[in-house]
């Protein structure tokens, strides 16, 4: 059975870094592609960062330069580093996975009806 469970969110201060992680079981990254969302109170789940089984990635336009998403094969641990962190980051993070075979990740790829599996998400408070 497929599972995904975050960890590494917090309370950090505007400008600060954190590294989310996501660590996947029941799968293989060889075969799923995998996905950072954020829900803010009152506001619809958005895509932020996608990457699939050969590593290419995708990110929100709100986040380009600032978060970096990555998998470690071997941990089958998926990350998102985030940097130049703002107030209106603050939501909760979700990880989501998507068995994929594609060859080229699709803007599919951040939107949330594509993917099948959720984690329960991890908070992330960023104070101005």
């Known amino acids: 059975q497929v599972q995904v469970v975050e960890s590494g969110g917090g309370l950090v201060q505007a400008g600060g870094s954190l590294r989310l992680s996501c660590t996947a079981s029941?799968?293989?990254?060889?075969?799923?592609?995998m996905g950072w969302f954020r829900q803010a109170p009152g506001k619809e789940r958005e895509g932020v960062a996608a990457?699939?089984?050969?590593?290419?990635?995708r990110y929100a336009d709100s986040v380009k330069g600032r978060f970096t998403i990555s998998q470690d094969n071997a941990k089958n641990t998926l990350y998102l580093q985030m940097n130049s962190l703002k107030p209106e980051d603050t939501a909760m993070y979700y990880c989501a996975a998507r068995p994929s075979c594609a060859s080229i990740i699709p803007t599919s790829s951040l939107r949330e009806w594509w993917y099948n599996y959720w984690g329960q998400g991890t908070q992330v408070t960023v104070s101005s």
């Open positions: 990457i699939d089984r050969y590593g290419s990635t």
């Open positions: 029941g799968l293989s990254f060889d075969d799923y592609a």
